[in-house]
């Protein structure tokens, strides 16, 4: 699915009633199949970014155009239905969509052996260490086969090894599936091992300072020269920025 | 304790290395400064703790203002340096004060007149979503059978008990104050028209508030911060339809069975009272009863418990629905979907009351 954003803007009301802008302009477009990585210091409105994108909060003026399909989203805690095992969980956006039961448990069966998750299905989500919560939060949102996967900060709780880990499925499944990604993340190794292309957002109000398409070949060795050296590039940009907000 | 700190005639001389240790002393030796001029001579001090500073800073300021006057002499470079940013921090510019003034009163004033605007424009839009809702999606039983359960079967004891001890005093109280002009046989049609029409659809509501209202507003509060309500949104999952109309349902359900027991409820405990206190035989207090109560009596109870369930059910889901931030907003969120349920609930039980004199048989002013 392509998207494309055009001069979107967001203002929010502070308290005391002033209003205070968040973001924007924004205009940016995402080429169908594309693995784009929101990359920005804390509060500079990825994932406000990424909710509008969604249709959980409507922008204040500008234009998104997205394309029809399936939507996927991977929030930050997974946000599991605690209530529900795994099965049930992943197979809940399925029943959304008005499939037959026996599929659904199909479809959610065959997700949940591709993340590793398949002999915990009748586990609940307290049952499960946050890595394996986090896989899967991942099925969940990829179990529709959605055209656009939204991710936010999916990995930022989990240890680095697990991280990795998971990074390295999330990659593979979705060139597997040609989903087109929007991964929100503060992490710059992270970015760059992941994306095709990383998008760099600055603070107050949210805007973006750098856009660029990756050239590094797949699959990707994070110690060596090319990636170090692409990996400190966005760490300078990042730094700039965190000291400009800081300053200010 | 490394430092000394001599007071001598108007000179004060710090020396040493001062420590935390040496706090005691240099604030007694400062404490006992006088009105005048003094000078505090740090010619043979090395280093200086951050905190003995702030002390001699906020001493030395304290004294300026009694009157003192207190030079400070022979700083080297880092101890200069450290006062200096407490010197800095001292001339930065102060806030001004918001004062209270007439025109502060009435912008807040203003604010609160909006937001309870807002609050009553988000709950009528909230309902009428969740009626859209009710009437146009699938309802899933189990769920609705679980809030009856939950908020029905739970609730009997409680309500049974509080509505029954309501019988008794009011019983008490009525057959008291009509014993005094022989009156006594007045007593349970005064009793079952106070708990029919009044007493037992409101305490029932009350108790039902206190209990399933804030346990709405806690149980999709809590979903809202950890983005569950998002996630179901993202789904394409209608949150009225999934989260709210099943405990519209089960209250509408279940609030008129809870009323009908606690008018039972409150008539038993008149009967107690009547018998303990008025020696009152059973068979005249159900004589009595008899006569005064009509099927309209009981069947109001079960309107005013429809409207009830409603209020109570759509308030305490949109107390939820609105949480934004932490679990603290959850806590907010409970005691608003109590604080407004009750509100709202007095509010419309006066204006059905005002209805309820003219539709009553045999009831006029």
Sequence with gaps: MSLAFIKLEKSYSAPSGKSFKVLGPIDLTVKNGEFVCLLGPTGCGKTTLLRIISGLEQADSGKINRGAGRLGYVFQQGALFPWMNIESN???????????????????????????????????????????????????????GPDLLLLDEPFASLDTRTGINLQEMLRNLCRKLS??????????????????????MGHRPGRIVRDESLSLEWPRNRLSSTFTEVLLSFRQTFEELVDLSISS | ????????????????????????????????????????????????????????????EAKTANGALLEFQGMNQDIKALFDRFRAIDERP???????????????????????????????????KAFKALFSGKVRGSVVAYYMEQSGVMAIPIVITLNWLMGVVLGYQAGYQMSQFGGELFMPALLA???????????????????????????????????????????????SGYLVTP????????????????????????????GIFLKMPAVVYIDALK?????????WGIIKGFFFSVIISVTGSYMGIRVRGGPAAVGKATTSAVVVSIFLVIMVDALLSLLFIHIRPGLSL
């Design chain 1, 179 to 200: 989903t087109t990604v929007i991964f929100v993340t503060h992490n710059i190794e992270e970015a760059v091992y992941l994306s095709d292309r990383i998008v760099v």
């Design chain 2, 247 to 274: 405990k519209m349902l089960a209250l509408f359900l279940v609030m008129p069975l809870l009323i009908t027991a606690a008018n039972f409820a409150g008539m038993a405990g008149g009967l107690t009272a009547g």
């Design chain 2, 1 to 60: 304790m490394n430092g000394e700190v001599i007071h001598n005639d108007g000179r004060i001389r710090v020396s040493g290395r001062l420590t935390l240790g040496d706090l005691k002393d240099v604030t007694a030796s400062l404490e006992g400064i006088s009105a005048g001029n003094h000078v505090l001579d740090f010619s043979d001090c090395t280093s200086i703790d951050t905190c003995i500073a702030a002390r001699i800073w906020s001493i030395t």
């Design chain 2, 94 to 128: 102060q806030i001004p004060v918001q004062k209270h003034t007439l025109l502060y009163n009435f912008e807040d004033i203003g604010d609160k007149v909006l937001a309870t605007w807002d609050t009553v424009f988000g709950l009528v839009t909230f309902t009428g």
């Design chain 1, 90 to 144: 992943v197979m809940f956006p399925l029943k959304a969509t008005g499939m037959a039961g026996s599929l659904c448990r199909l479809k959610a069966e065959e997700i949940l052996d591709l993340v590793g998750l398949y002999e915990f299905r009748k586990s609940f989500p307290h049952e499960l260490s946050g890595g394996m919560q986090q896989r899967t939060a991942l099925a969940r949102g990829l179990v529709t």
């Design chain 2, 291 to 299: 006569e005064a109560l009509i099927p309209f009596d009981l069947y």
């Design chain 2, 193 to 239: 028209y106070s708990i029919c029409w009044e007493i037992a659809p409101m305490m029932t509501a009350v108790l039902v508030a206190g209990r399933s209202g804030s346990a709405f507003a806690a149980e999709i509060g809590t979903m809202k911060v950890r983005q569950e309500v998002d996630a179901l949104e993202v789904m394409g999952f209608n949150i």
